[in-house]
């Protein structure tokens, strides 16, 4: 199985520390901290052109030291954890390419060299698609939830918006995951649960998370009257300016305040064992 060779490979390098929580918590580098905005879907399509000295990583899984050094000035990640997590990138996508399990992504991979908006660009035959990323969020960092929260982890991930997660989404995507701030953690789940990307949550967004959180029992009559309730129940406690519909200062307001609603539409974020037994992987 995909994730099983993938886990073998992971835990080999794994060794047992006492200090694994406090090491878990140093940080590499600068936050790549940015609220999301009503372009967070569609300009993170656009890939700007790069004119020369295209970097790439190599066969062997090393990545070039621009990138590294790139990716260590916008994540929480150390020079050598950054290269164990391309290692880990490497190992998923090839493991996909063999695997039986087919995507739209293996099956028609995308071009070897991949611009990105920061300038530089990476090469791979494909990215992690949805099938694998979903099996790893499972798996790894066992993050049971619903359809609509598995895909719109995905497409928080996936930034440049193209349909796979690529090296550089890869690990500013599990910068925030295993060590985001406050700021940057407030700033993915609202991301994940502004489903149409236009910043804000609204009645109808609050009502398709919600409507799967209820225990539907056969008596009732009409079970969403309760996520109705639940509902409005969230714009009381989320929506401070009284606008009907919950903006980013709204949705980081009340967090600051009652740090549970993180995740009041579902979990969207590894538990912290999870984070901290795959972080002890790369320190290994």
């Known amino acids: 199985m995909l994730i099983k ?14 200090g694994i929580a406090a090491r878990s918590r140093a940080s590499g580098g600068a936050p790549d901290t940015a609220a999301p905005s009503a372009q967070a879907g569609g300009s993170a399509g656009k890939k700007k052109k790069s004119s020369k000295g295209q970097q790439r990583m190599g066969d062997e899984g090393k990545v070039s030291p621009r990138i590294v050094d790139m990716l260590k000035k ?3 990640f150390s020079k050598l954890e950054i290269e164990a997590l391309a290692r880990v990138y490497r190992k998923l996508v090839a493991n996909a390419a063999n695997s039986p399990v087919g995507s739209s992504a293996v099956g028609s991979p995308a071009p070897a060299v991949i611009p990105t908006p920061t300038g530089t660009t990476t090469e791979c035959c494909c990215g992690l698609d949805r099938v694998v990323f979903r099996e790893l969020l499972h798996n790894t960092f066992d993050l049971v939830t619903e359809e609509v929260l598995m895909d719109r982890i995905f497409c928080a991930f996936d930034r440049y918006n193209d349909g796979v997660i690529r090296l550089e989404e890869w690990v500013c995507g599990l910068s925030v995951f295993l060590r985001g701030t406050t700021e940057e953690r407030t700033a993915f ?18 009502f398709h998370l919600l ?12 079970p969403d009257e309760g996520v109705k309730d639940l509902v409005e129940l969230a714009l009381r406690k989320l929506d401070t300016d009284k606008d009907g519909k919950v903006s980013f200062d709204d949705f980081q307001s009340a967090v600051l305040q009652e740090p549970l609603l993180l995740e009041a539409f579902g979990q969207c974020l590894p538990a912290e064992n ?4 795959f972080i002890s992987t790369l320190q290994g």
């Not at 060779?5 to 006492?18: D, E, H, N």
């Open 74 to 76: 916008r994540t929480h």
């Open 5 to 18: 060779s993938v886990s073998l490979f992971l835990t080999s390098g794994r060794r047992a520390s006492a």
């Open 189 to 206: 789940c609202f991301l994940v649960y502004d489903l149409n990307n236009d910043g804000f949550l609204t009645r109808d967004e609050m």
């Open 211 to 222: 409507r799967n959180c209820l225990i539907k029992h056969p008596g009732d009559e009409d």
């Open 274 to 277: 999870a984070c901290l037994t």
